[in-house]
């Protein structure tokens, strides 16, 4: 290694050898015919000799003041740009777009009473059963008394085969032609077979607009759209209200066909007894990617179409918690073995725990796990009441479907859902500076105060250049050699010297 090193150095002294260093006149010579020559502006009337020798002088400073205060000032403005382009600025534009139709959203519909009351002789085993199932949908782990564990354990050893799964598919709220009495989609009729089945922390819940379905709905008048009339069953659907649970109603969620529903706390609420008016608008965001935004475009989802948080989040813990437990609950998506019943209660939520404890499955930023997408369609609305039915739908009502007026107040929910105009909202994320404008903002600075171009730059690389080669050759062949050499030395000095 040591002599290629040798090798290369001799070769490179040899190089330099052969080249003869200009004179003093002649790099003088250069200097001033680059002076006189260049296309930056200002330079020459620095070289450039005129008048008389005090004049010239004269000239000479204001010159070489002006061309030093020029040279400052683009330097700054330069890099007061380059700076701002790599503080990643944005701006955000909104734009509403007005189009003929417009998509329907998928819309999930849940019975707030989760179980039927004739399922189990006790039933507050399996709220809190379903309480530790749904727990996986917010990321938390159950934390409830001793007694209420010791009655779980007690009922689990009782009953191994329990299914907490197929116990809430038939027996939790179901839709079929007594629970949805009327549906009706822009004029249209719809039916139960027009929902899919989804599980969600309600239970059973069914949404409209499932996007295996062929048909796609589509809107092209605002002021119509979904029209349902549940009928939610309170006397054979009602959860224990020591437990919390005290409403009653429908909760929906309105969502993009393409991603999953997310209640959390986020669902409208239609109580029994009302009927809902529900505008809703469409509103598209898109955010630029890292590091001007904070979304990555090549993330993709194994269970989803495309890339949501709240998916990503159901894929990550379902990850976590099939390498903890080695099972996947069924409310998460997965290709691993399902859960039963003894790892819901053992394992799960102790991997919970975990997951939320050492952030595994964190949200928000560009280096989380879950950054926000770079493109997402939410439906905002707006929910306005009326009382449900009236005295004379009341009286009709009561023939047709030969239920007493207190139960049609108690149990029947009317809700009405329709785009308030036929336009969406976009808010687009932009990248305030472009490279390009870069470019353009740094060129702009260079001929305003330097007169300075492409061209005047290799100009002035070519001309350091020549210089750098010029002392290069003198300090490397022509500086006087040392007459001794220590002993450490000897051995380079005879290498250079047999090259």
Known sequence: MGENICGYWCKFLLYFKKQSVPSLEERKKYNQEFATSTSFHGVHNVAENSGS?????????????????????????????VINYFSWPTTTSVTVQYVENIDFPAITFCNLNRFQTKAVNNLSIAFLLWNIVSAVLQLVSIANDSTDMQEIANFLNLNQNFSIKEFTRDYGFYL?????????FFGYPCYPEDFKHVFTEYGNCYTFNYPMYPLKKRITNSGRGLSLLFNIKQTEFTDDPSLGFVDAGISFIIHSPKIPPRFDG???????????????????????EHPWGECNPALKLQFHEVYNTYGCLQECKSHYIQNLCGCVPFLLPGGGKECD?????????????????????????????????CEETDFPATISYSTFPSGKAAEFLTSKLRKSAAYLRNNLVYIDIKYHELNYKITKQQKALSFSELLSDIGGQLGLFCGASMITIIEIIEFLFANFYWMCIFLLVKTPSIPRWTNNQSKHGKDIQEC
Do not use: D
């Open 341 to 373: 019943l003894q790892q819901l209660y053992n394992c799960v939520p102790n991997a919970l725990y975990t997951i939320e404890k050492s952030e595994f499955c964190s949200v928000g930023t560009y280096n989380a796990t879950c950054p926000v997408p």
């Open 53 to 81: 020798a005090q004049n010239s002088k004269l000239r000479k400073v204001i010159w070489t003041t002006f061309l030093l205060v020029s040279i400052i000032m683009a330097s700054w403005q330069v890099c007061s740009r």
């Open 176 to 184: 079929n032609k007594s629970t949805l009495l009327k549906c009706s």
């Open 266 to 288: 986020l669902g409208l609420h239609c109580p029994a007894g009302m009927h809902a008016y529900v505008s809703m608008r469409q509103f598209k965001t898109i955010i630029q």
